[in-house]
């Protein structure tokens, strides 16, 4: 599944394409994808320019004048930059055009989400109901150790699940939850209320080095994620511990070692974690 530093790329990637550029039509192939597209989207966006992008969590946010639409790619999808008229695959559901060029929605399994947040709307976007509960950013000034700490005090879940939840930092998917618990030293089944505020100022460090050293390298090539360009990211050439099973730790030696919590596979090596 992309995680934050694959929507990121993706909005770093359309946002000289798109930016200060008007919708010159809008094509959906298809009725919806986990949810309905909004079926006046096309009279919504037509002739409307995009003011700026933007991100939240792993949702994508296109700023107009008169509304936000937000992208969420889901498990499988990504979005392209494609001259406009490309003939459309089977898995391409969506295109905003821009004059000759235009960005296209592929989604093969059908779990992203195209929605729109009107102006009109008496609620905020921040209060938009797949917002508003989202946690801090984690690459934003307010993210901090002490905030981590505050917050897990109560928290019996192991370290890794509480990362995962995104109801205290957003977008620390499993990836780069057990990339930054490694380089913390923090065992991914630790009791939350049990890491002490030393190791969470290491964790806070680890997680903004693991997601903007990903960010920078184009996010990790997952099954179906590519960056708007076609090109596939090369963070998981730098991965210390994620999908390295049985392989020897590049610090210590000793074997890494794979768990499943929360039906997801942690990875960690348990002579650096404690």
Known sequence: MPELPEVEVTRLGVDPHISGKTVTAVIMRRAGLRWPFPPDLPDLLKTKTVLRTGRRGKYLLLFFANGTLLIHLGMSGHLRVVPAGSPAEKHDHLDLVFGEQAIRMTDPRRFGAVLWHDATDPLPLAEHALLKKLGVEPLEDNFNSELLYQATRQRKSAIKQVLLAGDIVVGVG???????????????????????????????QAIRETLAAAIQQGGSTLKDFIGVDGQSGYFQQSYFVYDREAQPCRICAHPVQRIVQGQRSSFFCKHCQK
């Open 174 to 204: 499993n990836i780069y939850a057990c990339e930054s618990l490694f380089k913390a030293g923090i065992h991914p089944e630790k009791p939350a209320y049990k890491v002490n505020r030393k190791s969470y100022l290491l964790l806070a």
